[in-house]
């Protein structure tokens, strides 16, 4: 991500809610005295998870635990490789076509759809993972800040508080907010922010090549968006207005890649799995997606075969044609019984068919056999959900919900699960927390005072709901978040 756009978007967003993280341990930071110390990296996470939870309340960030799965195992391969961690990294998919990856401080990295779709190999995607690693770990946004000598002009504010306009597709919007705040120091601005992104590209592509990846998958990218940029100069994707490309930049990726004895990676099956999965979703009309993936496989449009049938059958799961789903999947089970996605898409088929039993079965044959698959427990617990089996679903969420307490998808379900069974005190406290860790505090307290409602006479669960208010709000502050509703 360009940084300085990313840098100043911060402070907006947490300037803007001030009054909400007032109270808060991760409050803006006092960024210490002109010296230029960094600031710690106990402060670098609490800038990185307000800006998080202001752009999960912004933007569509995917809940798909396959998709979830597999870009965070392709980012902590890659860290693994680092010997400058600070905190643990997070990586996060946004439903948005631009073509754009960012990095928070605080180790948080988000991939947008787009950009998944536009890298044509499982390296090439890694190597931007790689590019925005090395950017936390070099520290890049607190050294910017520590050059901005801790104030930040009005104007260099209106430059960055574009990123989520570009980010919510608003690109006009972001436009004319950049246009508006240019000023004499911009140029300066700029350099540094090329420096920074020079030394990812070197730092990256060694993280790149210990993770086992091509080196050439950089330089190769890179050119591609090179020649991407001379197509399009007057309308770019948000990927090239931060990361500045330049030919100078490329040749010395390209010559350091050229210093590994690398080969090019085996295709990998999970990836085209992936970017199906993706087009399959995110296409608007659920006929037009089954016209493209059928013409596909008809003319042999495709890197893998199996991947493109996996895309058709969930295109028509989605356009209702179960039994033209069925067959699809009857001949992916076979070339493959023990592939999970196709496992989930089969329970899924039959549950939207109307057939909630035999998907329970199907779905909890999978489960058994593999009860840690984060996407394998979501999808057991949904379908018992829809299958209007309530209690064995809550049974599971609790336990589930222990591994994986910041996953708001668990939560959603536990609500819809305790309220079908008349838990209205559960299912309000458990949607309070979907709404918290999805950026919305207001509306988990809401969700939380609602609770207090159906507590009863029962101090003690009285007393926990009202210590959940303090917590998410802070000390003193609960009457006004009353007087926000």
């Known amino acids: 991500m360009g940084l300085i756009f990313l840098f100043l978007a911060v402070l907006v967003f947490i300037s803007g809610n001030a ?133 930040v002009s009005a104007t260099m504010l209106g430059i960055l508080a574009a990123l989520l306009l570009f980010q919510a597709g608003e690109t006009q919007a972001g436009t004319a907010a950049i246009a508006l705040s240019t000023a004499g120091s911009a140029q300066n601005q700029i350099n540094f922010t090329r420096a920074f992104e020079e030394e990812a590209d070197r730092l990256g592509i060694d993280l790149l090549v210990k993770a086992g990846y091509d080196a050439q998958a950089m330089p190769r990218f890179f050119k591609k968006m090179m020649n991407w940029s001379r197509l399009y100069d007057t309308n770019l994707p948000e990927f090239l207005r931060t990361h500045p490309l330049t030919i100078r930049r490329i040749a010395e990726t390209q ?44 003319q042999k449009r495709y890197s893998n075969r199996n991947a493109e049938e996996y895309g058709f059958a969930i295109a028509l799961t989605r356009d209702r044609q179960y039994g ?106 458990a949607l309070a927390e979907y709404h918290y860790l999805r950026g919305s505090p207001f509306k988990a307290i809401k969700q939380l005072q609602l609770a207090i409602k159906f507590a009863g006479d029962n101090k003690y669960l009285k007393a926990g709901l009202e210590a959940r208010i303090l917590e998410i709000h802070g000390p003193g502050n609960t009457k006004e978040a009353n007087k926000s509703h």
């Open 324 to 429: 033209r789903a069925r067959t699809v999947i009857n001949q992916l089970r076979a070339r493959k019984p023990g592939q999970i996605n196709y496992q989930i898409i089969e329970a899924e088929n039959e549950l939207q068919a109307g057939k909630p039993k035999l998907a329970i079965k199907l779905i909890r044959s999978a489960y058994k056999k593999a009860p840690t698959n984060t996407a394998l427990q979501n999808s057991y617990i949904n379908t018992l959900v829809k299958a209007e089996k309530p209690k064995k679903a809550i049974k599971i969420l609790k336990t589930t919900i222990k591994q994986r307490p910041t996953d708001p998808a668990l939560y959603k379900m536990l609500s819809q699960a305790a309220g079908s069974i008349g838990d209205k005190l559960a299912s309000h406290q």
């Open 19 to 151: 009054k909400l993280y007032a109270h808060e341990e991760t409050a803006l930071p006092d960024l210490g005295d002109s010296s230029g110390a960094l600031i710690s990296p106990a402060q670098e996470l609490a800038l990185g998870q307000n800006f998080m939870r202001q752009a999960i309340h912004q933007l569509k960030f995917s809940q798909d635990p396959e998709l979830i799965q597999y870009i965070r195992g392709i980012g902590n391969r890659i860290v693994a490789q680092s010997d400058r961690i600070r905190h643990p990294f997070s990586f996060y998919i946004v439903d948005n076509p631009a073509l754009n990856a960012f990095a928070v401080p605080g180790g948080f990295i988000v991939v947008n759809t787009g950009l998944i779709l536009t890298t044509e190999s499982e390296d090439e995607l890694a190597s931007v993972l790689a590019h925005e690693v090395a950017h936390i770990n070099q520290r890049h946004i607190p050294r910017m800040m520590v050059a901005q000598e801790k104030g």
């Open 255 to 298: 010559d350091r890649a050229d210093r590994y004895n690398t080969q090019k990676s085996p295709p990998s099956s999970a990836f085209h799995h992936i970017r199906a999965k993706i087009r399959a979703q995110s296409e608007e009309s659920p006929r037009t997606a089954v016209a493209r993936f059928d013409s596909n496989l008809k």
